[in-house]
């Protein structure tokens, strides 16, 4: 199963695209289904969304992007409808980014999960970098983003590598409809909902994978693998995008 993870539809801070527009062309790449991931909070009424993307045969998922005083976090909580605001609990009253790793911790106690997204890309604030090693708690590493280029990646993908996280892969996508699927997460198992994610990224049976060329030029890498929680993984990019990656089972 194939999922964009990293998706900002037209409720999101800065997010332009209708999710009519995105469902139509994650179903068009091929895809299985997508995560909205608003900044800094989720999506309340999404019930018409995830009706949407079962017309569409796609699986629409809730999640959030978080900024912290150190890096973005994308955050998944296994029923969506029983979390609160994110502003009541996990936000600043104040408006300002919360310390990183008291959001980390905040989000595990809550039963989800949080991801450092595009650490490594200084285009895309606030810089995460190497702090990501000081980081305890995170249950994987956005190893591929289609909207950073390729050193941000690889560096990301080390990373995860380093900290014996699994990887995942989102678009990121704001305004670009062309990156909608070039960069997504690989599941072994069924993903059905929110709940089925996080113990699917909790398990650590997920694989990011980036589909075409990297941003920043190059060609795209044809294989990384790491040794990691439930035994070898393997990334994989494929430069037309013809044929879906499969994850290698050790």
């Known amino acids: 199963m194939l999922l964009d993870l990293h998706v900002h539809c037209d409720l999101s801070a800065r997010g332009k695209l209708p999710v009519s527009d995105i469902l139509d062309v ?3 790449r091929g895809l299985d289904g997508v995560c909205l991931t608003s900044q800094n909070s989720l999506i309340d009424d999404f019930q018409p969304f995830k009706e949407m993307g079962a ?16 890096g973005l976090l994308l955050c998944f909580f296994p029923d969506v409808a029983e979390t609160p605001p994110l502003g009541n609990w996990l936000l600043n009253a104040d408006g300002s980014a919360p310390p990183a790793q008291e959001a980390i911790d905040q989000i595990n106690e809550s039963g989800g999960v949080a991801v450092a997204a595009t650490p490594f890309s200084r285009d895309i604030p606030p810089f995460m970098g190497d702090r990501i090693t ?12 289609a909207r ?5 990646n690889d560096l990301a993908l080390r990373a995860a590598e380093r900290l014996n996280l699994p990887g995942i892969g989102g678009s990121g996508v704001h305004d670009d409809l062309e990156l909608v699927g070039k960069a ?6 069924k993903v059905s909902s929110e709940a089925d994610l996080v113990y699917a990224i909790r398990s650590g049976e997920v ?14 890498n044809r294989k990384r693998n790491q040794q990691g929680r439930g035994g070898g993984r393997q990334w994989r990019s494929q430069g037309g995008g013809q044929r879906r990656p499969r994850p290698r089972m050790d």
């Open 207 to 220: 694989w990011g994978v980036l589909i075409g060329a990297q941003p920043g030029g190059g060609q795209p």
């Open 184 to 189: 997504a997460t690989l599941f072994k198992d």
């Open 26 to 28: 994650a179903a068009e």
């Open 148 to 152: 950073v280029n390729r050193n941000a």
């Open 134 to 145: 000081g980081l305890n708690g995170l249950a994987a590493v956005e190893v591929f983003c």
């Open 55 to 70: 017309a569409r045969n796609l699986t629409v998922l809730i999640g959030a992007e978080v900024i912290t005083d150190n």
